[in-house]
């Protein structure tokens, strides 16, 4: 065959070249076989080849891998026939779509087959598709269809689904009675601290690894005349989720994630002494000056990406800021001379005892071979480390990690990999009237409410929407 492109690497017994040939084959042979035929106005260009093969750690070639790398995984077409089409509703647009294509292209290339992608973020819209002529997937950001549609969605063990990949929590979280009906694909972690490495080195700062460092590390910024957090949350009619987010981060760690589903299925009152707790502990920080910028005034009016830029600004008005994964390319946009690791890096919130983010879960209505292909695929080794190279976020599959090639995810993927547990987003998870409620506390308890005046309304709220 003619060797189309080949590029030099180097395994164990001497310099190889890794050749792709004009037949779409892979093959691997000495340098001196390749050598006359590679042209030189190629060579270049060729590097990437190496760059992305080297850095899945897949071994792409004839022959026995070397020890230690993993052999690609194989699309499994399960029955499916080129041109069979797959329905599916999402609610990912722009970047999102085009990276969720991205991920799926080995499979609709290996299989031929066709998704027909729905984009809506209506609810109404997805009921009236599921009451008449419900997707094949469906890919939704809570697990509220399990309870809407349970009767209708199919056991995902039964369309190629391996469990085995997943956490049980994962799991406990999409099943219904015994029977998995919902996986996440998709995945952000919340529980994270933002900061900047040359001014802990400039000031003598170590990262924390427990609760009681962090405090210690807090005091001590204050000592040295520097303030340790930027907290604003104003975000116009939704001021103060940034606020909810760190208080279910303070109940991860002084609670749980078990007294944090809990309070979101309404078996912990909103007024229960854990959640006053937390809230104290905020409370301590947010309304204070020495504490965060601008104290309680700063806490309430201060936009939230404007608190997430204060920390990387010359000079820092703060040393850290909780917020979720997404700060990273706000810094890099806002900031972009700033360079990962070096000028911006985050944490895990040190103590806690699981992750609290936010997740997209993966539900079938229909079992026909793409159906099942789809299902197979994102679940399984191909799928997951397809998902790891694009950089969709988070994939909760265990067979995604090693290959994230972006050191942010890798970083986070790990921390996600390492947790006890997971919760969503309190906010984002209960019905709207109790996470409105429970938005309303945090500015009034921040602005000098009676904190107990505040919870008790808020768990009448939670009672109220959860009807209880």
């Known amino acids: ?57 897949l071994w792409t070639g004839w022959g026995e891998p070397p020890e230690g790398v993993p052999v690609a995984a194989e699309v499994d077409c399960m029955g499916a026939a080129s041109g069979d089409e797959v329905s599916v509703i999402y609610q990912w647009s722009g970047a999102e779509e085009e990276k969720f294509n991205a991920v799926v292209k080995p499979l609709v290339d290996a299989c031929g087959i066709k998704i027909v992608a729905q984009s809506t973020r209506d609810a109404a ?29 199919k056991a995902l063990s039964d369309l190629g689904a391996d469990p085995a990949n997943y956490a049980e929590y994962w799991q406990a979280m999409g099943s219904v009675d015994g029977k998995w009906l919902a996986v ?23 990262v924390p690894t427990t609760w009681d460092e962090l405090d ?13 957090w930027s907290m604003g949350m ?137 159906a099942k292909a789809l299902v197979g695929y994102l679940t399984g080794a191909a799928g997951a480390a397809e998902w790891a190279k694009v950089g969709f976020d988070l994939s909760p599959n265990k067979l995604a990690l090693g290959n994230y090639t972006d050191t942010a995810l890798i970083k986070k993927a790990e921390a996600l990999a390492g947790a006890a547990g997971f919760t969503p987003d309190i906010g984002d998870t209960v019905p709207a009237p109790f996470g409105e409620a429970e938005w309303k506390v945090i500015v009034d308890y921040v602005n000098g409410a009676d904190l107990d005046a505040a919870l008790e309304a808020a768990a009448k709220a939670q009672a109220d929407a959860l009807g209880q």
């Open 234 to 370: 104003e975000s116009g009619p939704a001021t103060g989720w940034t606020g909810s987010d760190f208080i279910q981060d303070i109940m991860l760690v002084q609670q749980g994630p078990q007294y944090v589903s809990d309070v979101i299925a309404g078996a912990v009152a909103y007024n229960d002494a854990g959640v006053k707790q937390a809230y104290e502990t905020y409370g301590k920080w947010a309304m204070d000056e020495q504490y965060t910028v601008g104290g309680a005034t700063g806490t309430v009016s201060t936009p939230f990406l404007e608190a997430i830029y204060k920390v990387f600004s010359d000079p820092p008005e703060a040393m850290m800021v909780k917020q979720s994964g997404f700060a990273g390319g706000e810094v890099a946009t806002q900031f972009p001379d700033l360079e990962y690791g070096t000028d911006y890096d985050f944490f895990a919130v040190p103590g806690a005892q699981g992750m609290q983010g936010g997740a997209d879960f993966m539900m079938a209505f229909g079992e026909s071979p793409a």
């Open 184 to 206: 996440p694909v998709k995945a952000d972690i919340k529980t994270i601290i933002w900061y900047n490495p040359a001014n802990f080195d400039l000031f003598g700062y170590s």
């Open 125 to 153: 819209v997805l009921d009236t598709k599921a009451k008449s002529t419900p997707p094949d997937v469906l890919f939704w950001p809570t697990t509220a269809p399990l309870t809407l549609y349970t009767g209708q969605l």
């Open 216 to 228: 210690a590390l807090v005091e001590k910024m204050v000592a040295d005349g520097n303030v340790p």
């Open 1 to 57: 065959s003619v060797i189309k492109s080949a590029v030099e690497d180097k395994f164990e017994g001497g310099t190889n070249y890794i050749a792709t040939l004009e037949n779409e084959g892979v093959g691997v042979g000495p340098f001196h076989d390749f050598e006359d035929k590679v042209p030189e106005e190629i060579k270049a260009d060729l590097e990437q080849i190496q760059k992305d093969i080297m850095a899945k750690k």
